[in-house]
């Protein structure tokens, strides 16, 4: 029998525990593609691993992933707006691609300063009727399987 520290090992996901970074090796379906199922739709929440994303079909069809919290002011990006090939957050404007590149900051004039930011994105898979993430390190990201 395992003693209550060997279990909270086995069973805790987050970013630094022992568990929580094995199983971030690995491509995970986090949707189905029906959960998405429009360009420029409501984004999903998405809660995995101890943490909040938000996921957003763009008007291209592509499929981001994105941290929920936004990184200018951390308001939810759950409640953004998907518009234009990007995410929208309602409380300052500013816009997200997929990729997490900043598109447009309409409270500010200068177009370089939108460079100096980015929203955490993570690597994203269609295939086999699943939306699938990786939430690793870029180091160890593994080839996505070639699922029929």
């Not at 809660?47 to 996921?55: I, N």
Request: aromatic share 10%; glycine share 8%.
């Amino acid at each position: 029998m395992l003693s209550h520290a060997d279990n909270m090992k086995l069973c805790q996901t987050g970013r630094d525990t022992p568990l929580g970074e094995a199983l971030r090796r690995f491509w995970v379906p986090v949707l189905l593609s029906e959960q998405l199922p429009e360009p420029d739709g409501p984004p999903r929440r998405i809660e995995l691993m101890g943490e909040t994303f938000v996921a957003f079909r763009n008007t291209d069809g592509i499929v981001g992933i994105l941290d929920e919290q936004c990184c200018h002011r951390s308001a939810s990006l759950m409640l953004g707006r998907v518009e234009e090939c990007g995410i929208r957050c309602i409380f300052h404007g500013w816009k997200f691609a997929v990729d997490g590149t900043i598109l447009d900051t309409p409270n500010v004039s200068d177009p370089r300063f939108k460079e100096q930011f980015r929203a955490k994105s993570y690597p994203v898979r269609e295939a086999g009727g699943f939306i699938w993430m990786y939430a690793g390190e870029k180091e160890h990201e593994p080839p996505f399987a070639d699922w029929p």
